[in-house]
């Protein structure tokens, strides 16, 4: 009797870079037996989030090597016969363009995923309306397109992608690493507050929320102690350092620079309240890290993963984009009611519940299986 060996399905990764996030997917779906995970990635290295994303022995990782503004290499890997599903995760570089492209014409199986489907941001009307034209070519020609999120499937559908194509596929929190932890007021003396983000003002804001802080300090009329941490590096620190002691909490507010996952998650875990000021961000994982840790957030509407996974007064609290006084007023609101925060808090641990990695693995499945 002849016996078949079982194949795993072959799947070509292409994304920017390796990340905290993408690359707990990728340890997971490693160690699916289904699956043959080959990664390929656009730079080694991002100087703007300089983490440690080693994925250890037995991967198959490696940033592209061009030749003419090309990969070509990558670019034979991506037609080869056996390559069973390639997903790509950004087209802004010439190698993902051709191979999408030539994945198109040849008609053989790929997915898109996306975080940001805003991307005639800043463009002229004539390079908007030939990569709009492009965008939609590919979205008829993917198996599937994946936003992150009910933003990103939204603007998706309004760039022309049919709904048909449109898979939810979220970033994904390893859950295993925070505790369900139980916090209550008779067990707290300070308030802890904390943002987790890169510091530049124009995308993440922390300036707002130190103005907002500024003005509920004043405000405030009852006794009691917080203190707010923001962790992060980035091209404004010093300002915002500077900021802090403008406005004179200097005793109530810490910059700590950058700092590496598992440090981040200590933070989280001694935390009571997040706050996301964003005035733009597609769909930023900290908010889900931090539901994650059993968080209320109190988010902007301008955030991707905020609009997504936050419901307004069940867990946490949602101001609009830039609004110093709203965010004030819920900064003050989310104090005097402490006890309704920590409920909040625990409603957002079931929300990121909703999420778990096993549904990456059920998703990809389906896609690479046609289902």
């Known amino acids: ?13 292409i994304c920017s870079t390796l990340t905290p996030y993408n690359s707990f997917l990728f340890r997971v779906l490693h160690s699916e037996p289904q699956f043959d995970l080959h990664i390929v990635t656009s730079k080694k290295y991002d100087p703007r989030h300089p983490w440690s994303t080693d994925l250890g022995s037995g991967f198959m990782v490696r940033p592209m090597r061009k030749f003419l503004w090309i990969d070509w290499r990558l670019v034979g890997e991506a037609i080869k016969p056996n390559t069973d599903m390639v997903v790509i995760a950004g087209w802004n570089t010439p190698t993902v363009v051709l191979v999408t492209g030539l994945l198109a014409i040849l008609g053989l199986p790929f997915a898109l995923w996306t975080d940001t489907p805003d991307v005639h941001a800043n463009r002229k009307l004539l390079k908007s ?18 936003g992150t999120g009910e933003p990103a499937i939204q603007a998706l559908q309004n760039m022309g992608c049919p709904a048909t194509k449109i898979v939810k596929f979220p970033f994904f929190v390893d859950l295993d690493h925070y505790d369900k932890q139980s916090r209550a007021r008779n067990d707290v003396k300070i308030t802890r507050f904390v943002s987790v983000g890169r510091v530049e003002n124009s995308v993440k804001a922390h ?53 590496e996952p598992d440090e981040v998650r200590k933070i989280l875990q001694q935390a009571h309240i997040f706050v996301h000021p964003s005035l733009r961000d597609a769909y930023p994982a900290a908010v889900l890290e931090a539901m994650a840790a ?28 830039g609004d110093v006084s709203e965010l004030s007023d819920h900064l003050e609101w989310s104090m005097i009611n402490f006890e309704k925060m920590i409920d909040m808090g625990r409603a957002a641990r079931v929300t990121a519940e909703t999420w778990p990695v096993s549904k990456a ?11």
């Open 1 to 13: 009797m002849r016996i078949f060996k079982y194949m795993p399905s072959r799947l070509l990764w």
């Open 129 to 146: 309306i030939l990569r709009n034209r492009w965008l939609l070519w590919i979205f008829h020609h993917a198996k599937v397109v994946m």
């Open 207 to 259: 300036h707002i929320a130190i103005q907002a802080f500024a003005r509920m300090q004043h405000n405030i009329d009852f006794n009691s102690e917080w203190e707010y941490v923001v962790v992060g590096g980035g091209p404004d620190v010093d300002n915002l350092r500077e900021l802090v002691a403008d406005v004179g909490l200097s005793d109530n507010i810490t910059i700590t620079g950058w700092m």
């Open 294 to 321: 059993g968080l209320p957030v109190i988010g902007s509407d301008a955030s991707g993963s905020v609009l997504d996974r936050v419901v307004h007064q069940e867990n946490g609290l949602i101001h609009i984009a």
């Open 361 to 371: 693995i059920e998703i990809i499945n389906d896609v690479v299986n046609g289902q």
